[in-house]
């Protein structure tokens, strides 16, 4: 059974700092996904990493996925408040589509 | 732009009621996901369809069923609601590689 670990849970942290978020999973698999959600919404896709070493980067947030070491990595550069959300890595079950969630980051970033 | 709806945003029902939560997608995806949403438990999916009138149950699938009869259309049925029920519900779609793309969410309570 596929299992995806995320830590830290929570985080608090100053604008203007940097951060790495990291995700651990338990069995083989190539694809990976960062997706955002803010406090009562739903969730969106952030990234996509469709192999190993794939690295994707979008403003002050930048992904990364080592599939030998299964370990993908979602770095904060700098941050700023409108970063404050619940970030969550999901992991390809390799059947029919489905993905397995991990518990999300909770990220509050104070001035 | 690509669109999950979900029929409500809000909905309280009474224990024992039949419930209809509805999605609706407009991506031409095959496969649709049901999952709730509990503060502390993550996201839990509950059942799964890869192609219209299939479906897959997911990890928590007790007292709910599915209904695909559309492709654009995935509901989800709680037969009689119970107050354990009481969640958010959050469906979601999945295309080419299987990047999941999430409607609003519907917070159901049972009363």
């Known amino acids: 059974e596929l299992k995806v670990e995320q830590n830290p849970l929570f985080l608090s942290m100053q604008e203007g700092k940097n951060y790495t978020i990291y995700c651990n999973y338990s069995?083989?698999?190539?694809?990976l996904y960062w997706y955002r959600q803010d406090p009562g919404k739903s969730l969106e896709s952030l990234f996509v990493?469709?192999?190993?070493?794939a690295v994707k980067q979008e403003g002050r947030l930048m992904a990364s996925l080592d599939t030998k070491a299964r370990l993908s990595t979602l770095h904060i550069t700098a941050a700023v408040h409108d970063l404050s959300a619940t970030y969550f890595c999901a992991v390809d079950r390799k059947s029919a589509g489905k993905s397995t969630f991990g518990d999300g980051t909770t990220l509050t970033v104070k001035p | 732009d690509v669109k999950v709806t979900q029929s409500s945003r809000y909905l309280v029902k009474r224990t024992g009621e039949k419930v209809f939560l509805e999605c609706v997608q407009d991506?031409?995806?095959?496969?649709m996901f049901w999952y709730r949403q509990d503060p502390g438990l993550g996201l839990r999916l509950i059942y799964f369809s890869y192609d219209v009138k299939m479906k897959e149950k997911g990890d928590i699938p007790e007292g709910y069923s599915v209904s695909r009869e559309k492709k654009e259309r995935f509901s989800l049925i709680l037969e009689s609601a119970s107050t354990n029920q009481t969640s958010m519900y959050l469906c979601?779609?999945?295309?080419?590689?299987?990047?999941?793309?999430f409607g609003p969410g519907t917070r159901l309570t049972v009363l």
């Open positions: 069995t083989t698999s190539d694809r």
């Open positions: 979601a779609s999945s295309g080419r590689y299987n990047e999941q793309f």
């Open positions: 990493l469709l192999s190993n070493g």
């Open positions: 991506m031409d995806h095959e496969n």
